[in-house]
C-alpha cells in the first residue's frame, strides 16, 4: 500500500516577520504543492532501509534501520499521537546520520529539511524500513513556505500509515483528514518547522494543513472568507536566502531597538487587521470592489514598508517594486524576504494587455513570473494498492 499526501504552499499578504514577534498576519495558500508518497516495505532482517528521494534536487539517503535503531530508539518513540520538540541532543545524533550521507557542498541548506523528516518519521512512525519519494511544484526556500508544505506533506503521510489516524484505505481520490486530526498533524508539522525555521510563528504550516485563507496571531487562527475577487502577480527574483537567518536577523534588531521595533510590530498588527476586514466585507459591485483594490494597495504599500525597516528587504525585490509602479501596480514581499517572491496586486479592471507588458518587463531583468491560485484546499491524502 502506498499513501500519497499533498500539502500547498501560501502567499503571506501582510505580517510576516511580525506575526513572529505576536502580530496578527495573514496568509492564504496558493494551488501549488509538495507531494510525498510513503511506501512502508516487507521487513527484511538483513537489509531493512529508510530511503529518502528528494526529487527537486537530486538527492537520495539510505539508512540501514539499525543505524537509525542505535540512534534513536532510547527516545521511546513511536508517539505519533504527542507531537514533541526534537531536542538539541536528538538533532546532534541526526546530524551525525545526515553528514556520514555525504551531501554535496552545495545543497547542504537541504540538511534541515533531511532532520525535519527523519524527526517526524521515527516519532510518528518509528522503526519500520519504507520509501519516501518528495516532489514540489514549489521554488524552495523563496517565501512561498516549501518548508512548511514539506514538513504537512510529510506528517499527513506519517499519520496516515499510524495508527492514531484511522482512514478508510478503500476510498479512491484525494481526502481530507476530520478536525482533531488537522489539529494533530499541524502540531506535527510546526515541530518540523521548528528543525528548519529555529523560531517559526506556525503560520506557514497552519495555511497548509487548512488551506483557504487565515488570520493568524500567537498560534490562533481565524479562518477568512474573502469577499471580493484577489488576484497576484508573483514574482519570483531568483535570489536565494534563508528564511531561519533573516527570522533571526529580525530578532537581533528588535533586541538591539526594543522599543521602536514593537512599534513597528504593532503598526503591522493593525495593518493585517485591517487588511482581513477589507478582504471580508462585501462588495456589492464594481465600485466597492474598485475602493477595496485600493485600500488594499495601500496597505500592502505600508506593510512593505515597515518589512525595510525589519531590515528584510533586498536590492532584487526594490527593483521588482519600482518596475511594478511603472505600471501603477503596488508590490510587497511575501515570506521572509531577503530575495525570494514578491506580490503584486492585479486589480480586477486592469487589461490584459499591462499584465503582459509588466510580467515581459520583470522577466527581461531575469525574475520569474507566475500567477497561482489563492485559497484552495489544504492538506490531503491518497491511497492506492502500490505497484
Ligand atoms: N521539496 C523539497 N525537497 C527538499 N527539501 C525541501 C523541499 N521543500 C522544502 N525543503 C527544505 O526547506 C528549506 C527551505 O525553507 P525556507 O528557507 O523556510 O524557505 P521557504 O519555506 O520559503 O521555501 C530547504 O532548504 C529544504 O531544507
Ligand atoms: C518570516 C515568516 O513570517 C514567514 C517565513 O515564510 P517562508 O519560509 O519564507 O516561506 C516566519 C514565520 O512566520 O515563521
Ligand atoms: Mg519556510
Same mark, same amino acid.
Given at each position: ?6 500539502? $500547498?504552499?501560501?502567499?503571506?499578504l501582510?505580517? +510576516?516577520?511580525?506575526?513572529v ?5 495573514v496568509?492564504?495558500?496558493i494551488?501549488?504543492?509538495?507531494y510525498?508518497?510513503?511506501?512502508v ?15 527537486d534536487?537530486?538527492?537520495? !539517503? ?14 521511546g518513540? $513511536?508517539?505519533?499521537?504527542t507531537p514533541m520538540s526534537c ?10 546520520? =545526515?553528514?556520514e ?9 537541504l540538511?534541515s529539511g ?14 519500520? $524500513? ?8 514549489l @521554488? ?8 512548511a508544505?514539506l ?10 500509515c ?5 482512514m ?9 483528514f476530520g478536525?482533531?486530526e488537522?489539529?494533530?498533524?499541524n ?7 521548528? =528543525? ?6 506556525g ?6 494543513t ?6 493568524f496571531?500567537s ?9 471580493? $475577487? ?6 519570483n527574483t ?12 529580525v530578532?537581533?534588531?528588535t533586541?538591539r531597538?526594543?522599543d521602536?521595533?514593537? !512599534?513597528?510590530?504593532?503598526?503591522v498588527?493593525?495593518?493585517?487587521k ?8 462585501p462588495? @456589492? ?8 483594490? +485600493? ?19 533586498h ?7 519600482r ?5 501603477k ?6 515570506g521572509a *524576504?531577503? *530575495? ?6 492585479? @486589480? ?6 499591462i499584465v503582459d507588458k ?8 531575469? !525574475?520569474?513570473?507566475l500567477?497561482? *491560485?489563492?485559497?484552495g484546499?489544504?492538506?490531503?491524502i491518497?491511497f492506492?494498492?502500490?505497484s
Open positions: 500500500m502506498e499513501v500519497k499526501a499533498r500539502a $500547498p504552499g501560501k502567499i503571506i501582510a505580517g +510576516e516577520h511580525a506575526v514577534h505576536g502580530s496578527t498576519a496568509a492564504a495558500s494551488g501549488l504543492y509538495t510525498v508518497s510513503l511506501q516495505s516487507p521487513s527484511n532482517e538483513n537489509d531493512d532501509r529508510l530511503i529518502l528521494q528528494l526529487k534536487t537530486s538527492l537520495e !539517503f539510505s539508512w540501514p534501520i539499525g543505524r537509525i535503531k542505535d540512534a534513536l530508539s532510547s527516545l518513540g $513511536p508517539f505519533p499521537s531536542s538539541s541532543e536528538t538533532f546532534n545524533l541526526i546530524l551525525a546520520m =545526515i553528514e550521507q555525504n551531501i554535496p557542498e552545495a545543497k547542504t541548506s540538511a533531511v532532520s525535519a523528516f527523519l524527526w517526524l518519521y521515527t516519532s510518528i512512525l518509528g522503526f519500520k $524500513p519504507a520509501t519516501v519519494v518528495v516532489t514540489s511544484d @521554488p524552495l526556500g523563496a517565501g512561498l513556505g516549501s518548508s508544505a514538513c504537512v506533506a510529510f506528517s499527513a503521510a506519517l499519520l496516515a499510524s495508527d492514531t489516524v484511522n478508510d484505505m478503500k476510498q479512491e481520490g484525494w481526502l481530507v478536525e482533531s488537522l489539529e494533530l498533524l502540531k506535527w508539522a510546526f515541530e518540523g518547522e521548528k =528543525i528548519i525555521h529555529g523560531k517559526p510563528s503560520i506557514d504550516n497552519t495555511v497548509s487548512y488551506g483557504n485563507m487565515i488570520k496571531r498560534g490562533n487562527l481565524t479562518r477568512i472568507k474573502s469577499s471580493m $475577487p484577489l488576484k497576484m502577480l508573483i514574482t531568483k535570489v536565494g536566502r534563508n528564511t531561519k537567518a533573516l527570522v533571526a536577523g530578532s537581533e534588531r533586541l531597538h526594543s521602536a521595533m514593537s !512599534f513597528v510590530f504593532d503598526a498588527d493593525s495593518i493585517s485591517e487588511l482581513a476586514n477589507v478582504i471580508q466585507t462588495a @456589492p459591485d464594481d465600485q466597492s470592489i474598485i475602493a477595496k483594490e +485600493e485600500k488594499l494597495e495601500e496597505l500592502m504599500e505600508m506593510n512593505q514598508g515597515l518589512l525595510q525597516c525589519m531590515g528584510v528587504s536590492a532584487s525585490i526594490e527593483t521588482v517594486l518596475t511594478t509602479l511603472k505600471y501596480l503596488v508590490s510587497k514581499l511575501t *524576504g531577503g *530575495g525570494g517572491c514578491v506580490l503584486t496586486l492585479l @486589480p480586477t479592471l486592469l487589461s490584459g494587455t509588466v510580467i515581459a518587463e520583470l522577466e527581461s531583468c531575469g !525574475f520569474q513570473c500567477i497561482a *491560485g489563492i485559497g484546499n489544504g492538506a490531503e491518497c492506492s494498492a502500490s
